[in-house]
């Protein structure tokens, strides 16, 4: 029997490129089934959704809706609240007294925990309802999945502006730091490997959060690129911590400032950059040393959004519907590769998702620790789709020196 009903989708967590490409693909495939009586957006996430601040998308125009797709960010918004059973509980009130029997969540690790929390709710009430984890992530960390929606297009940037550095820095030579998001997992900042042409190419040393960061052996690598190549590009994220798990910004920084979810606050500021070059001045006595931090810059960057990314975010929110609607089955949509590059979806049970986080395995990262393999740019190479940008060099031979030979 055909479950009737309202479908709600909202957005939660961090923006990325191709978000909006889920979202439509879950509301142009909803509109398809008869049994469907509305398609609901929750602006700004679960928070919208107590609010009872919905758009009626079914009303949206279908031309309109393409449009929204291929713009990065949140179009319905997003929000940074971690719902426990008593803000789910809320959730499943507004659920039912809108008669609304299909949810569809579209985020990262702690999505996929609210989405089951409400649907263990909807069991406990005998409520006949389907919910929906739809991945999403730059930091490419859920469990089960190959990679994430959003990852691709955010490694892309990341390759391509570590490409640009480089070629910045051979003309100025002198250390170049480059600080990357990602808390735990170092998927992202480990995506600056693809920027490597030629053999001298930066960025020349790679941490990873996988890894101890050790500041008396991170020295060492600087200067021992630096005394090969008379330069130095590296490549930080943000999350790289010692031993025992403290980070590194906390440790030498004392940087207490914590986020909606109790996390030390490490995006947004560029401490890291600051610590890391003046430790490098001071020790190695070098004295051009600049550094970056990128931000926000790599997750919703116009312009630069992998085509396999936009196809596989749009198809995740698609089967969501066809799951759910067609199916008659919740969980959470996961990507599986097969062959060399293609790709399958399935329907993963919830609770091998939920609230936990994914880590770079051991041989995609170098024995050193302060770079990547080439299992991982294998890894990475298809996701990132066409029109990558590389680098060229000056070939000419040198001319021969009359005065100073």
């Given at each position: 029997?055909?479950?009737k009903?309202?479908?709600?989708?909202?957005?939660?967590?961090?923006?990325?490129?191709?978000?909006?490409?889920?979202?439509?693909?879950?509301?142009?495939?909803?509109?398809?089934?008869p049994?469907?009586?509305?398609?609901?957006?929750?602006?700004?996430?679960?928070?919208?959704?107590?609010?009872?601040?919905f758009?009626?998308?079914?009303?949206?125009?279908?031309?309109?809706?393409?449009?929204?797709?291929?713009?990065?960010?949140?179009?319905?918004?997003?929000?940074?609240?971690?719902?426990?059973?008593?803000?789910?509980?809320?959730?499943?009130?507004?659920?039912?007294?809108h008669?609304?029997?299909?949810?569809?969540?579209?985020?990262?690790?702690?999505?996929?925990?609210?989405?089951?929390?409400?649907?263990?709710?909807?069991?406990?009430?005998?409520?006949?309802?389907?919910?929906?984890?739809?991945?999403?992530?730059?930091?490419?960390?859920?469990?089960?999945?190959?990679?994430?929606?959003?990852?691709?297009?955010?490694?892309?940037?990341?390759?391509?502006a570590?490409?640009?550095?480089?070629?910045?820095?051979?003309?100025?030579?002198?250390?170049?730091i480059?600080?990357?998001?990602?808390?735990?997992?170092?998927?992202?900042?480990?995506?600056?490997?693809?920027?490597?042409k030629?053999?001298?190419?930066?960025?020349?040393?790679?941490?990873?959060?996988?890894?101890?960061?050790?500041?008396?052996?991170?020295?060492?690598?600087?200067?021992?690129?630096?005394?090969?190549?008379?330069?130095?590009?590296?490549?930080?994220?943000?999350?790289i911590?010692?031993?025992?798990?403290?980070?590194?910004?906390?440790?030498?920084?004392g940087?207490?400032?914590?986020?909606?979810?109790?996390?030390?606050?490490?995006?947004?500021?560029?401490?890291?950059?600051?610590?890391?070059?003046?430790?490098?001045?001071?020790?190695?006595?070098?004295?051009?040393?600049?550094?970056d931090?990128?931000?926000?810059?790599?997750?919703?960057?116009?312009?630069?959004v992998s085509?396999?990314?936009?196809?596989?975010?749009r198809?995740?929110?698609?089967?969501?519907?066809?799951?759910?609607?067609?199916?008659?089955?919740?969980?959470?949509?996961?990507?599986?590769?097969?062959?060399?590059y293609?790709?399958?979806?399935k329907?993963?049970?919830?609770?091998?998702?939920?609230?936990k986080?994914?880590?770079?395995?051991?041989?995609?990262?170098?024995?050193?620790g302060?770079?990547?393999?080439?299992?991982?740019t294998?890894?990475?190479?298809?996701?990132?789709?066409?029109?990558?940008?590389?680098?060229?060099?000056?070939?000419?031979?040198?001319?021969?020196?009359?005065?100073?030979?």
């Open positions: 029997m055909d479950l009903g309202k479908v709600v989708v909202a957005q939660g967590g961090g923006p990325t490129a191709v978000i909006n490409q889920s979202l439509v693909g879950a509301v142009l495939e909803s509109r398809k089934f049994q469907i009586t509305k398609v609901y957006g929750a602006m700004n996430g679960v928070s919208g959704i107590i609010n009872e601040n758009l009626d998308l079914t009303q949206e125009t279908t031309n309109n809706l393409e449009q929204v797709a291929v713009t990065p960010s949140s179009a319905l918004g997003s929000t940074r609240d971690k719902p426990d059973e008593k803000y789910c509980e809320e959730i499943f009130k507004v659920f039912r007294a008669d609304v029997r299909y949810f569809f969540y579209i985020g990262g690790n702690d999505s996929s925990d609210t989405v089951r929390i409400v649907n263990q709710q909807a069991e406990k009430e005998g409520y006949e309802f389907r919910a929906i984890h739809i991945p999403k992530t730059i930091d490419n960390d859920l469990m089960v999945n190959d990679h994430t929606p959003g990852y691709p297009s955010a490694a892309k940037f990341v390759a391509q570590f490409a640009g550095l480089d070629l910045d820095n051979r003309a100025l030579p002198g250390v170049h480059g600080v990357i998001m990602g808390r735990h997992a170092g998927f992202l900042t480990a995506a600056s490997a693809l920027a490597h030629y053999p001298d190419d930066g960025p020349h040393l790679i941490y990873l959060p996988e890894r101890p960061f050790v500041m008396e052996q991170f020295l060492a690598d600087v200067k021992a690129q630096n005394d090969q190549y008379g330069r130095c590009l590296i490549a930080v994220s943000e999350g911590q010692d031993s025992k798990g403290n980070s590194i910004l906390t440790k030498y920084m940087s207490e400032e914590r986020d909606a979810h109790g996390n030390v606050q490490l995006s947004g500021t560029g401490a890291l950059g600051e610590l890391l070059s003046n430790q490098i001045k001071e020790k190695l006595n070098i004295k051009r040393v600049r550094a931090t990128f931000g926000y810059l790599q997750r919703s960057f116009l312009g630069c085509e396999v990314d936009q196809r596989e975010a198809e995740v929110g698609e089967k969501a519907a066809q799951f759910a609607i067609w199916h008659n089955i919740d969980g959470s949509i996961t990507i599986h590769r097969t062959g060399y293609s790709v399958d979806y329907l993963t049970k919830l609770e091998e998702i939920a609230a986080t994914k880590l770079m395995p051991d041989n995609f990262i170098n024995k050193a302060n770079g990547v393999t080439e299992a991982f294998n890894y990475l190479r298809p996701l990132l789709g066409a029109n990558l940008f590389e680098a060229s060099m000056l070939r000419a031979p040198q001319a021969g020196k009359i005065l100073r030979p």
